[in-house]
């Protein structure tokens, strides 16, 4: 026989084998991924009814987070956002799971770590949304203080207190998805110093002459009393 025939009918056979063997992990890892499709689009219409049903889009607009958000270019759905949330997390897994079957490791490998690292964009949503609730709430408190002490500039330190708390909630979020981190803490850092020396200054100079009444008449009370 032709040596160039054997050659041929080797390589072949070769890749007739080769196919035959890969086929049941092919099909496999086809099934298990359509699994998790079908599952990750069950669960996220469940997730969407479930916040339908609890209202939590109500809640979150009784909150002024919407409204926060929106003012700031970001319209929010909780539903939408959870549902996408849950969907994509299966979605991975199942990745995940055909990968392993097929042998991949190092896609295997890569996907657990967007699995591991999804904790961390949860968390800093959170954060984030904490810090935008927590300073539009800190805003209305400063400025009715400032308002009921009939002091300037109310307006001013009301939205300097909100936006300092925003700000130091974006570093958060930014530490929790350890971006930049020795940065944003260094940052975070002369934030604060700066912000304390700004305050000393502030009371030092313009609370100097409150300070010396408030001491005049406590010298005053003390020298009654004697």
């Not at 080769?18 to 499709?37: D, M, S």
């Not at 889009?57 to 929010?76: H, P």
């Not at 927590?134 to 400025?143: A, D, H």
Request: hydrophobic share 60%; aromatic share 8%; no cysteine.
């Amino acid at each position: 026989m032709n040596p160039t025939v054997n050659v041929f009918q080797e390589t072949l056979l070769s890749v007739w084998t080769n196919i035959t063997l890969a086929l049941p992990n092919v099909l496999a890892a086809a099934v298990v991924f359509v699994a998790g499709l079908v599952v990750a689009a069950i669960l996220s219409h469940v997730v969407l009814k479930a916040v339908e049903l609890l209202r939590l889009d109500e809640l979150v607009s009784k909150l002024e987070l919407k409204a926060a958000l929106e003012r700031v270019g970001l319209r929010l759905h909780v539903g939408r956002l959870l549902a996408w949330i849950v969907r994509w997390f299966f979605i991975i897994v199942s990745l995940i799971a055909a990968t392993d079957i097929l042998g991949w490791e190092q896609i295997t490998d890569y996907l657990k770590q967007v699995v591991i690292y999804i904790p961390n964009v949860i968390i800093a949503v959170v954060i984030l949304l904490a810090g935008i609730l927590l300073g539009n709430f800190v805003r209305s408190v400063v400025k009715s203080a400032v308002e009921a002490a009939q002091l300037a500039s109310a307006d001013f330190l009301a939205g300097l207190a909100k936006w300092a708390i925003v700000v130091f909630s974006f570093m958060a979020a930014l530490v929790q998805l350890q971006i930049a981190t020795a940065i944003i803490n260094t940052l975070f850092t002369g934030l604060v110093a700066m912000l304390a020396l700004a305050g000393g200054l502030a009371f030092g100079l313009g609370g100097k002459e409150h300070a010396h009444r408030v001491l005049e008449q406590l010298r005053k009370d003390l020298t009654s009393e004697k």
